[in-house]
């Protein structure tokens, strides 16, 4: 049972496409935790950050967005684009990107857990072989736009583009995966390098891995160059527990861990300001999906667990980890899951049974 008796100011987008079919039943086992679990939310509904309102404003977000979103909690997000209407770079950037980056969510964390009923793509693998997180950086690194193009056009063109790395960029993502390994039981940090061959940012990567370790001796730490280490997401998935990357190494990582544990439409995603200085943003890993949209036919179960994540973030453990359970039971009932699991559930049939999980135990 929480002891808070303000209750949890939460920002409601769902966006567009399968969005706003699956923030709705987000929004159910959210309000079912709360009844469960003795704490309150104060939800706010928001058209912006769509498509739709787009059409409408010409713009994807409300001048005053950033006053209207900085004192919540937490921002509950479904998913960005409606490429028929509006070109994926416009609704991306005039929304999602916009809240990365005014609210300084430095941290892109994604579970990758092998769930039952999802099949593998990996042969021989068991829920409970794969448990882990991946912790990408999200604001620097690669991903600068530091550089240009000289004598362009002509044969001696040549293109830089400069990584760039902060010490107190690259220091925070690490405290929060070495804080994020050390409460875990396994205590085990994999950082993501390729210091052979990038041969500048990535020994001081290295380093400050090797400098922020000395404050978490009960932390295991070990690293692997990219190459090899995404093989070992795909031949030892069970040696990780929090992987840490830069930028474009966490892209990478985090898009190949869930795949490595089946369908994209049940991985949750959120984008942390761990000061708690900013909103943090939670969403599914998936987008929009136009081409299964107004069926009534989307896995609702990444909204769901990315629920499971925000109230952990918000400190309901416990809440959090009883909807995590929830997703497992009806998981493994054939006639629960949806299409893109080899079922014929519907969206709301599929929270359905989540719900009643959740209500039973
Ligand atoms: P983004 O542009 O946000 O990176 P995308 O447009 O490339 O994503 P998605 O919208 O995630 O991709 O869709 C990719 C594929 O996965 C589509 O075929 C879509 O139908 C399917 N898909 C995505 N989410 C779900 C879901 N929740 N349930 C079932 N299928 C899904
Ligand atoms: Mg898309």
């Known amino acids: 049972m929480t002891t808070k008796t303000q209750p949890y100011r939460i920002a409601v987008i769902p966006g567009d496409g399968i969005g706003k079919e699956v923030v709705p039943e987000g929004v159910r086992i959210l309000e079912a935790a709360a009844e469960k679990f003795g704490f309150r939310l104060d939800l706010e509904h ?20 950033k006053e209207i979103l900085t004192p919540t909690d937490a921002i509950f997000f479904g998913a960005v684009g409606w490429p028929a209407t509006v070109p994926d770079h416009v609704s991306l950037w005039g929304s999602l990107l916009q809240f990365r980056r005014e609210f300084d969510q430095y941290v892109n964390l994604r ?26 950086e999200n604001t620097e690194g690669e991903y600068s736009s530091v550089g240009g193009t000289m004598y362009p056009g002509t044969e001696r063109e040549i293109v830089i583009q400069e990584t760039v790395m902060s010490r107190h960029g690259v220091d925070r993502i690490l405290k929060f995966a070495f804080d994020l390994a050390q409460s875990r039981p396994k205590k085990h940090l994999t950082s993501a390098t390729k210091s ?54 966490g ?39 136009p081409d299964i949209a107004g069926q009534g036919i989307a896995n609702p179960v990444g909204q769901i667990w990315t629920a499971a994540m925000m109230l952990e973030h918000l400190g309901e453990v416990d ?16 006639a629960s899951r949806t299409r893109d699991l080899k079922g014929t559930a519907t969206t709301r ?9 959740f209500a039973a135990a």
Request: proline share 9%; charged share 20%; net charge negative.
């Open 319 to 334: 809440a959090a980890n009883a909807i995590v359970a929830a997703i497992e039971t009806a998981l493994r009932e054939p």
């Open 251 to 289: 892209d990478i990582l985090s898009d190949l861990g869930p795949a490595c544990t089946g369908t994209i439409g049940i991985a949750p995603s959120a984008n942390i300001n761990p000061e708690g200085r900013f909103p943090s943003l939670f969403e599914p890993v998936h987008g929009s999906a």
């Open 111 to 136: 579970p990758v857990r092998l769930m039952p009923g999802v099949p593998c793509p990996l042969a021989g693998r068991e829920p409970g072989d794969i448990d882990f997180y991946v912790v990408r």
């Open 196 to 249: 052979n061959g990038i041969a500048i940012t990535m020994p001081y990567w290295d380093q400050r891995v090797e400098a922020m370790g000395e404050r978490y001796p009960d932390v295991r730490r070990d690293k692997y160059h990219i190459d090899i280490l995404t093989a070992h997401f795909v031949l030892n998935p069970d040696r990780f527990d929090v992987v840490v990357g830069s930028n474009l190494f």
């Open 46 to 65: 928001h058209t912006f950050g769509s498509c739709d309102y787009y059409a409408e404003h010409g713009t994807m977000l409300p001048a005053n967005w």
């Open 349 to 357: 049939e599929a929270a359905d049974a989540v719900l009643r999980a």
